[in-house]
């Protein structure tokens, strides 16, 4: 009797090992698979991994539900002063909702020829930037990022589509997703226009 009692103790360990060995890849792969699942219910403006200037991949979707404003900038620019007044509104707004996304290119006249490193300095330096700043990229142009070619293209911004033309043109960006706004270089970030544009946004 004592035989068979641990012959049929082994016997159940055994079982119960298999089950788990063929348990823990289909975990594996449910775990995977969940940013990829998450990912299909986010707005698809959000759809994109950027780099951060401190070479980190950023995941925009973990941006999903906030007002947002993407700009371009650079440091060598007539208007790189915009630094100020935007990182006014993150630091007023930052809490109710709004994030401010910084994109350095160095498409127009050459205006931002620095490094990432080189680019964070500056801007904590000489503008005190707490917003999120990511890596150069492309905003027009052959090798144009997809993030900027999605915000300027009439398929996916049908309502503010067309080449970003200098430095610190700014889109106002839902808490949907949807492109809600665009202004212009020489609009300032807290012109009454802008401000107002972002509180009926957070209100929502």
């Known amino acids: 009797m004592p035989t068979f009692k641990a012959s049929h103790a082994l016997a159940y360990l055994l079982v119960i090992c298999l089950i788990a060995l063929a348990f823990i890849p ?16 986010i707005p698809p403006v959000l759809h994109f991994t950027m780099k951060s200037l401190a070479g980190r991949p950023v995941h925009l979707w973990h941006y999903a539900g906030k007002v947002i404003i993407i700009v371009n900038t650079a440091s060598k620019c007539g208007f790189t002063p915009e630094y100020a007044p935007l990182e006014q509104l993150y630091r007023t707004y930052h809490a109710k909702g709004l994030v401010i996304l910084g994109f350095p290119s160095n498409d127009f006249a050459h205006q931002e020829p620095g490094t990432d490193k080189q680019i964070s300095q500056f801007c904590t330096q000489h503008y005190g930037v707490t917003f999120p700043m990511f890596s150069k990229v492309d905003v027009k142009g052959p090798h144009q990022c997809a993030l900027y070619r999605f915000l300027t293209s009439p ?7 067309g080449t970003v033309k200098w430095n610190f ?3 106002l960006i839902a808490r949907d997703g949807t492109i809600v706004a665009r ?3 020489p609009v300032w970030p807290t012109s009454p226009q802008v ?10």
């Open 169 to 171: 043109e700014k889109f």
């Open 26 to 41: 289909g975990q594996a792969a449910s775990v995977r698979a969940t940013p990829a699942s998450a990912k299909a219910h």
């Open 183 to 185: 202004f212009r270089t």
């Open 195 to 204: 401000v107002a544009a972002i509180k009926a946004q957070l209100a929502k």
């Open 155 to 161: 398929k996916t911004d049908p309502k503010f589509p």
